[in-house]
């Protein structure tokens, strides 16, 4: 019998075998090929909430609210004979003051003072834009030096019956008699039943602050992009916190309300919440993912390590406007004021001319852009210089990959026109809505850009050439609501592919998409000798046969 002896395998080639396997091994950890980056722990499992009225009153028995009242603050007076602190607190808020703390020592910020590419400017526009404010009666600049606590509005965040509304072009108050609006449409605005809406208040839900939020930018799903009315009960697959079939929430269970402060806020974020879960002590900041899920929700090792780089709302809203509404994306006010063209719809019954306001862009199922954030945003306020001969930022993400505090954020993108004064480089302030029934510097009433834009730079106490001309601005918006269920969330190959998600994110390698040329030459290197091994090997083995 001949014995057949094979040789040993020359020592490099066994060596890049074992790397080989390692790095097979590694890929197979990594799961970049299917895994889901989504395997949140528990939140698909969760049962909706039972509604509980846990109040321990009964307002239908208080003899205060079984009356008629004449007006919305009668109201709020009745209910400061009990709630004696709620309207200080009220008034202390940023919801009451629309003022918020800028990013340098004695710059304020807030929806007073910031301008925007939507309706651009609170300024000279109060009666309707104050239509969202948590008060009665901001009709001009000297609402804040006379308001009383009866100016406070309980209504807007405790009604529970669904029928008490704001009128839009109210200064904050609901209508008291029948009034048509818009003018012109038919449609009638009844007076709510004050009495009965007093004695059905309760804890805030969806709706109440999507009275404001929903319709922010002057119309549904608007501004934000990941809030619109469908979020009032949506469906599981657009928001899987506040569904009835997914957990069941409200808005008020993550921004957990203490003394009327409402936290979370567009100017000051935590994208990288280092503290964790909320729970049992609390860091004050409960709005963030890690509050609830901490710091490694996910069920795979491998996806956590995407944590400190990843924000969690990166792979889990995997597009936002995902409900029945668009989001408008483009907003062109320079061609506003043509009459004859009036209003035009595309085939989806979106408006896309308004004679008003101009032609818009509107989309659903929006992929975010993404870029570092460490929660720090720029902003612009009225009057700050600008260079017309550079991209024009309204506000800004702040961050960089070699911050330890941010992560890769998504956001949505609006871009407008609108009217600057090229002279002395600013963003102009339009008059849009009238001060009275005469005036018609508004450009809602006269439809003339020069009288709109000296009115309401006037008004802002602002420099104004007299000349105006358009152009184009940006402005983001940071996507955080409309968390998809774990199994629509983004799954690996999104990202790790040539031209996945984030390939437009500066500063991160990610295998599979972005190119390194160390490690390429080594996985080639490698993929080489095996290759070679593998040939070499082979023919050994038909060498030694041949000689059996």
């Known amino acids: 019998m001949t014995t057949t002896k094979h040789r040993l395998l020359p020592w490099w080639i066994g060596l890049a075998l074992v790397g080989v396997?390692?790095?097979?091994?590694?890929?197979?950890?990594?799961?970049?090929?299917?895994?889901?980056?989504?395997?949140?722990?528990?939140?698909?499992?969760?049962?909706?909430?039972?509604?509980?009225?846990?109040?321990?009153?009964d307002h239908t028995k208080f003899e205060e609210l079984q009356r008629e009242f004449q007006n919305a603050t009668e109201v709020t007076q009745a209910c400061l004979e009990c709630h004696t602190e709620a309207a200080k607190q009220v008034m202390e808020s940023t919801h009451w003051t629309w003022e918020f703390p800028g990013g340098e020592p004695?710059?304020?910020?807030?929806?007073?003072?910031?301008?925007?590419?939507?309706?651009?400017?609170?300024?000279?526009?109060?009666?309707?834009?104050?239509?969202?404010?948590?008060?009665?009666?901001?009709?001009?600049d000297t609402f804040f030096d006379t308001a009383t606590e009866a100016q406070v509005d309980c209504l807007i965040c405790h009604d529970t019956t669904g029928t008490y509304k704001k009128f839009p072009a109210g200064a904050g108050h609901p209508v008291y008699e029948p009034k048509e609006f818009p003018p012109g449409s038919g449609k009638i605005w009844e007076p709510p039943d004050l009495a009965?809406?007093?004695?059905?208040?309760?804890?805030?839900?969806?709706?109440?602050?999507?009275?404001?939020?929903?319709?922010?930018?002057?119309?549904?799903?608007?501004?934000?992009?990941?809030?619109?009315?469908?979020?009032?009960?949506?469906?599981?697959?657009v928001d899987?916190?506040?569904?009835?079939?997914?957990?069941?929430?409200?808005?008020?269970?993550?921004?957990?309300?203490?003394?009327?402060?409402?936290?979370?806020?567009?100017?000051?974020?935590?994208?990288?919440?280092?503290?964790?879960?909320?729970?049992?002590?609390?860091?004050?900041?409960?709005?963030?993912?890690?509050?609830?899920?901490?710091?490694?929700?996910?069920?795979?090792?491998?996806?956590?390590?995407?944590?400190?780089?990843?924000?969690?709302?990166?792979?889990?809203?995997p597009a936002f406007a995902r409900g029945d509404k668009p989001t408008k994306m483009w907003w062109d006010w320079s061609v506003a004021g043509d009459k004859e063209r009036g209003v035009e719809k595309d085939e989806n019954g979106w408006v896309t001319y308004h004679y008003m306001k101009g032609e818009f862009v509107w989309a659903k199922d929006v992929v975010p852009t993404y870029l570092w954030f460490d929660g720090g945003t720029?902003?612009?306020v009225e009057g700050e210089k600008i260079d017309p001969n550079s991209e024009?930022?309204?506000?800004?993400?702040?961050?960089?990959?070699?911050?330890?505090?941010?992560?890769?954020?998504?956001?949505?993108?609006?871009?407008g026109k609108q009217g600057y004064d090229p002279v002395n480089q600013v963003l102009l302030v339009?008059?849009?809505?009238?001060?009275?029934?005469?005036?018609?510097?508004?450009?809602?009433?006269?439809?003339?850009?020069?009288?709109?834009?000296?009115?309401?730079?006037?008004?802002?106490?602002?420099?104004y050439s007299g000349q105006y001309d358009w152009i184009e601005t940006t402005m983001y918006w940071p996507i955080t609501h409309m968390v998809a269920p774990a199994a629509q969330a983004l799954k690996c190959n999104d990202c790790h592919a040539a031209d996945g998600r984030l390939a437009e994110v500066p500063g991160v390698y990610i295998p599979g998409q972005?190119?390194?040329?160390?490690?390429?030459?080594?996985?080639?290197?490698?993929?080489?000798?095996?290759?070679?091994?593998?040939?070499?090997?082979?023919?050994?083995?038909?060498?030694?046969?041949?000689?059996?």
Not at 278 to 295: F, V
Not at 454 to 463: I, P
Request: aromatic share 8%; proline share 7%.
């Open 106 to 140: 004695g710059e304020t910020w807030g929806k007073r003072h910031v301008i925007n590419n939507f309706c651009v400017a609170v300024t000279s526009n109060w009666p309707r834009c104050t239509s969202c404010h948590a008060g009665y009666g901001w009709k001009d």
């Open 514 to 548: 972005t190119g390194h040329p160390t490690l390429e030459t080594i996985g080639w290197t490698l993929t080489g000798l095996t290759l070679l091994g593998v040939v070499v090997h082979a023919g050994l083995r038909i060498a030694n046969r041949k000689r059996v």
């Open 240 to 317: 899987v916190h506040l569904s009835p079939e997914g957990a069941g929430m409200v808005c008020a269970d993550c921004h957990k309300t203490e003394a009327h402060q409402v936290p979370g806020s567009r100017y000051r974020m935590t994208p990288k919440d280092t503290h964790g879960k909320d729970l049992p002590e609390s860091d004050g900041n409960p709005t963030t993912c890690e509050s609830c899920h901490g710091l490694a929700p996910m069920k795979e090792s491998k996806l956590n390590d995407h944590v400190d780089k990843v924000a969690c709302q990166t792979c889990h809203i």
């Open 430 to 463: 339009p008059h849009l809505f009238p001060f009275n029934k005469e005036d018609k510097t508004a450009f809602w009433k006269g439809f003339d850009w020069g009288e709109a834009f000296r009115v309401g730079m006037e008004t802002a106490g602002l420099d």
């Open 392 to 415: 024009v930022y309204i506000n800004h993400p702040q961050g960089a990959p070699d911050d330890p505090n941010a992560r890769i954020y998504p956001f949505k993108v609006f871009r």
């Open 196 to 237: 009965y809406v007093a004695q059905n208040v309760g804890q805030p839900g969806n709706k109440n602050c999507g009275a404001c939020h929903f319709y922010g930018g002057g119309g549904d799903g608007v501004k934000h992009g990941d809030m619109d009315s469908t979020l009032a009960s949506p469906p599981k697959d």
């Open 21 to 57: 396997v390692l790095l097979l091994a590694y890929a197979a950890g990594a799961g970049f090929a299917s895994a889901p980056a989504a395997a949140a722990t528990g939140m698909d499992a969760a049962a909706p909430a039972e509604e509980e009225d846990d109040s321990t009153a």
């Open 378 to 380: 720029t902003y612009m």
